[in-house]
């Protein structure tokens, strides 16, 4: 996957995040909410993304 | 410390530091999940070159066989998401732990050392990637500055 899909990821991820940043940084959001938000964010890290690919292959799933 | 609070106060506009903390590791966070998903992208590609199925059969033991060096090289990749995702979790949850402690409680070296260190994490997995041959955007600067701010070892 080239340079430019890596960015096109990355700005969508972020432009998904900003409506809730932009309340977060207006006060609308408590420290609760925010660490929340953060907290749902780590923790959908995938934790083994190589190992589920080379699985996915192995059993010829899509 | 004191110049550096005034420094992320001012930094941080009108949201509290927390908010400005945990803003920084929800955009980490994000980021790290891009990075996974482009390892889970070149893995199978590179399943998928190395042994395709038309000369390693599914259910093979040949195919099987032919997958065991790619799962070794990948095993690094895997390793340093993981160890990303622990720090960014540490560091949410010495936020969480600053936010119960609240006004007066010397939590703040902590937390910078805690984003500090997800921050060294995340460019540890940068470096792991870039010798797999994988390109993953780097940080954003507001992440960065954040650790910065208060002053992170």
Redesign the interface.
Same mark, same amino acid.
């Given at each position: 996957? $080239? +340079?430019e899909a890596?960015?096109m990821?990355?700005l969508k991820? %972020?432009s998904e995040?900003v409506p809730g940043?932009l309340k977060?940084? +207006? $006060?609308t959001?408590s420290? #609760?909410q925010? %660490?929340e !938000? *953060? !907290?749902a964010?780590? !923790? =959908? %890290? @995938? +934790?083994? @993304? *190589? =190992?589920? =690919? %080379?699985d *996915?292959? #192995?059993?010829?799933e899509p | 410390m004191i110049r550096a609070l005034a420094l992320v106060v001012l930094l941080s506009g009108c949201g509290s530091v927390i908010q400005t903390h945990a803003r920084a590791a929800a955009i980490a966070s994000v980021t790290t999940a891009t990075a996974a998903e482009l390892v889970s992208d070149s893995a199978r590609l590179d399943a998928q070159m190395t042994c395709p199925h038309d000369r390693y059969p599914v259910g093979s033991a040949a195919l099987r066989e032919c997958l065991d060096p790619l799962r070794e090289r990948w095993a690094p990749a895997d390793a340093a998401v993981v160890s990303t995702r622990a720090a960014l979790g540490i560091w949410v949850e010495s936020l969480e732990l600053a936010r119960i402690a609240g006004d007066g409680a010397d939590l703040w070296r902590p937390l910078a050392t805690a984003a500090a260190r997800a921050i060294r994490a995340y460019q540890a997995l940068v470096a792991v990637l870039q010798a797999l041959g994988v390109d993953v955007p780097l940080l954003p600067a507001v992440v960065v500055s954040a650790a910065d701010a208060l002053g992170g070892e």
């Open positions: 996957m $080239g +340079t890596v960015v990821m990355l991820a %972020i995040l940043l977060a940084m +207006t $006060g959001y420290d #609760e925010a %660490i !938000r *953060a !907290r964010a780590y !923790r =959908a %890290i @995938p +934790t083994s @993304p *190589a =190992a589920s =690919a %080379i *996915a292959h #192995e059993k010829g | -």
